[in-house]
DNA sequence: GTCTATATTACGATAGAC
DNA sequence: GTCTATCGTAATATAGAC
């Protein structure tokens, strides 16, 4: 909070931390080299943090909490739903095009089974964005499961990123695709009308 | 292939592998914990494969090319494109609820940065996979981008269970969503009409 | 083919000087 | 607050007996 240099070096720690465990994961990370990349020494890093798991965790939060807040326009009640939902997407999309290690350091978290370290997480960063994924969704289709629905948009919007690595050498996959305006037009064609588009779809 | 007794301990090693790494990944699993759960020593291990790269990539191979393969039934012709589909997806998806193990694989597979691993994985196994949805995509939307269309309908299968750790603590989760049969409706539906479901289709 | 024993390196973590 | 130095442990991997 404060710009004393004690918090600037915890800030640096916590910045060179993201970007090797969203490259390689708690266990493919050792302390050695994340105080190399922050040009300390690892005893210093034990006098930020208590232990690697402490470190681990304090720089997913920091980085979760940066980036998956949603506009707040995005959630007004006077704007059209479906534009709201448009807003909503491509915003999110932009933030995993433009930080490629938080969306990487989602899907860590994904695969993280600790039950203590998931439920502090859902509970701290993933609960609030996905109530307002689910309200968006009940704005536009009030009688559907809300949770189901809301977890097909977010499948949606990540999975493309997610899957990118190994997309890359499959036919027809072209860098454009994963643009912010292509992906979202994608995903809102059909969560709109389905594989068929909005050709099928009675005009409203 | 045979049977003789050293290919049994090589398929038990394995098997015990693909447990351990589906709960843990590569980094999170070392060569004594396999030992011990396969009831032998590392030295062992180091007989029937050089090294844990090595391992860990034909325990990978192993299921996915056990797993992955989908039902001639499904490709058919003469069978109508969405029942196709829907014949499909549930299949796959009852792999998925049948096999954690495959569906957490996948998970670490997907977030693998070494490209010769990735590409050889991809050509062997994700590659026949991959064509064989675009085809069933194909049918039934010709003019689409069918790459992506092909990703949207993959993430919208594996993204709940990927998802399944930190959505328990969700608001809105129940286990009957996960049955093959409610999330294939779901999909179905999804891929149908969008999110207002097939009320706003034109019959075909 | 599997064992015991071990080489070698790397790991997380801490004590104590400055 | 960061350093040097180090402890104890666990990692991958191999040599050689059986």
Redesign the interface.
Same mark, same amino acid.
């Given at each position: 909070m404060s710009d004393n240099p004690t918090d600037i070096t915890h800030e640096r720690i916590l910045n060179c931390s993201i970007v090797l465990f969203a490259?390689?994961?708690? !266990?493919?990370v050792s302390m050695r080299q994340v105080a190399e990349a922050v040009g300390v020494t690892v005893a210093a890093l034990y006098y930020h943090f208590k232990d690697k798991e402490e470190l681990y965790l304090t720089a997913v939060k920091h980085i979760f909490n940066n980036r998956l807040p949603i506009s707040a326009a995005d959630l007004r009640e006077d704007i059209d739903p479906w534009q709201s939902l448009d807003q909503f997407i491509h915003h999110f999309i932009q933030t995993l095009v433009a930080d490629a290690d938080f969306q990487?350091l989602l899907?860590?978290?994904?695969? *993280?089974?600790d039950t203590a370290r998931?439920?502090t997480?859902? *509970?701290k960063v993933? @609960?609030p964005f996905?109530?307002e994924v689910?309200w968006m969704?009940n704005r536009? @289709?009030p009688v559907? *499961?809300? !949770?189901?629905? @809301?977890?097909?948009m977010?499948?949606?919007m990540?999975?493309?990123f997610?899957?990118s !690595?190994?997309?890359r050498?499959?036919?027809?996959?072209?860098l454009p695709?994963q643009t912010p305006d292509v992906?979202t037009q !994608?995903?809102i064609n059909?969560?709109?009308?389905?594989?068929?588009?909005v050709a099928?779809?009675?005009k409203?």
């Open positions: 490259r390689s994961g708690f !266990h493919g990487r899907q860590w978290v994904l695969l *993280d089974t998931s439920q997480l859902t *509970d993933f @609960a996905f109530a689910t969704i536009i @289709a559907q *499961d809300a !949770h189901l629905q @809301a977890v097909s977010i499948g949606l990540v999975f493309p997610e899957s !690595h190994v997309r050498f499959l036919p027809g996959y072209q695709q992906l !994608h995903i059909l969560l709109r009308g389905g594989l068929l588009g099928n779809e009675s409203s």
